[in-house]
Structures are given as C-alpha cells and as structure tokens.
C-alpha cells in the first residue's frame, strides 16, 4: 500500500461546478498538508498549505483535513478552465521530505 | 526574471551514456532538491541539499550523484543511462519547507 493514495482521475467538469479532489493517507506521523497545482509540461507549484484538521479557504479553494479519518481534500468552487492541472497533494512529517499522492489530472469544459 | 531554471529542457540519449542536468535558483533560498516525475505523474524525491550540505539522499541508484558548488546551484549526474531513467527530472528550491518552488524540469529519454 502506498503512503499517499490519490484517484488519478481524468476527473472532467463543467465550468462552474464544484470539484472535490482527495487523498487519503496510512502514516499518523503526517502532520503538514499541501495541495500543488501542475499545468501540463511545467513544474508544480504551490496552491494551499494547512497543518490542522478543518478547514483553510483561499478565495475558490477549500483545503480541508481529517486528521482522524487520514483524509484530506481540496475544494475548487465556481471552476474555470484555467483550472484544469493535475493536482498533488503532497504530506510532510517527521522526515525532511514531501510525500506527493500520484496526483488527479482536472479537465474543465466550457 | 525565471526563479529556478534548469538545462538542458529536453534530453534525448542512449542507454550507456553518462549526462548532466543543471540547476540554478536565484530566490536566495538555502535548500535545493531533485525530484523524478514519471510516466505516471508519481513526483519522487531523490535528493535535497540545505546550504551545499546533503540532507535527504531516497534510494536511488548510484548512478545518479548530485553536486550543489554553492546554494544557488544542483546539479544532477547520471551515469550509464538506463531506459528506466526516462522521465522528467524537476529541480527545486525553498525557503519553508512547505512552498518549494520548481523549475520547468528537464525531459529525459533514453533509447
């Protein structure tokens, strides 16, 4: 079992809608959560970043983590297309490391 | 102004060969990484230098050996190319460990 698990996807919307992205993870030693964003053929770079169970908005966005279920999610209200990545999550604990999930690739049509 | 660039973007080379990736952050930040992404999406760290001084080495083959001359700068050697060295190599940097930023990454083929 991986550490991290993401559905890979290809999750398709429309414009407008509400995206749930997940990971669930098996390591209680996770402590500090992320959500990277990656457009095709560029480097991820950083969306949200949260480190207790509830919830963290940014503007559309929605970080949200249960720590007692291993679980966290990201919200996208009102989704554009501009919106269409992958996107990681990614989970640091003890070790000096990120831990990346696989990534769900997002498609939003008009 | 680019924050982390990498060279070369894209490599096409054969199995045996030995090559370099470069790197270099003008963020001012002290810790530099090297990441594989493969056909699969899956980012893997493989190294991480904090001010020139190696902090995380994953298990990756010793082929590959990193080099950082200075903190603005980590470099990736590759020996003897293998096919499942394909992937896309992305370099790096950050100040908090959360908000790293990347370069552009580098495209490896190897036929």
């Known amino acids: 079992q991986k550490e991290v698990e993401q559905d890979p996807g290809p999750l398709s919307v429309p414009e407008g809608a509400i995206v749930s992205l997940n990971c669930t993870y098996s390591n209680s030693a996770f402590q500090y959560f992320m959500w990277y964003r990656q457009y095709s053929r560029k480097g991820p770079e950083l969306l949200m970043y949260t480190y207790s169970s509830g919830n963290k908005e940014d503007g559309r966005f929605t970080a949200q983590v249960d720590k007692s279920s291993k679980y966290i999610s990201l919200f996208i209200r009102d989704s554009q297309p501009s919106d269409s990545a992958t996107y990681l999550c990614a989970l640091k604990g003890t070790a000096s490391k990120l831990t990346f999930g696989t990534g769900t690739r997002l498609q939003v049509t008009l | 102004d680019t924050a982390v660039s990498q060279t070369p973007k894209y490599l096409v080379t054969q199995m045996g060969n030995d090559k370099s990736i470069k790197c270099e952050q003008n963020?001012?930040?002290?810790?530099m990484y090297w990441y594989k992404q493969d056909s699969k999406k899956f980012l893997k760290i493989m190294f991480s230098y904090n001010n020139k001084e190696l902090i995380i080495n994953e298990t990756v083959p010793n082929r590959f050996s990193p080099k950082s001359p200075d903190k603005a700068h980590l470099n990736l050697h590759i020996n003897s190319l293998e096919l499942g060295d394909s992937a896309v190599y992305f370099c790096?940097?950050?100040?908090?460990?959360?908000?790293?930023?990347f370069g552009p990454g580098t495209r490896l083929t190897v036929t």
């Open positions: 790096a940097s950050s100040y908090l460990f959360y908000e790293q930023y």
């Open positions: 963020l001012g930040h002290d810790t």
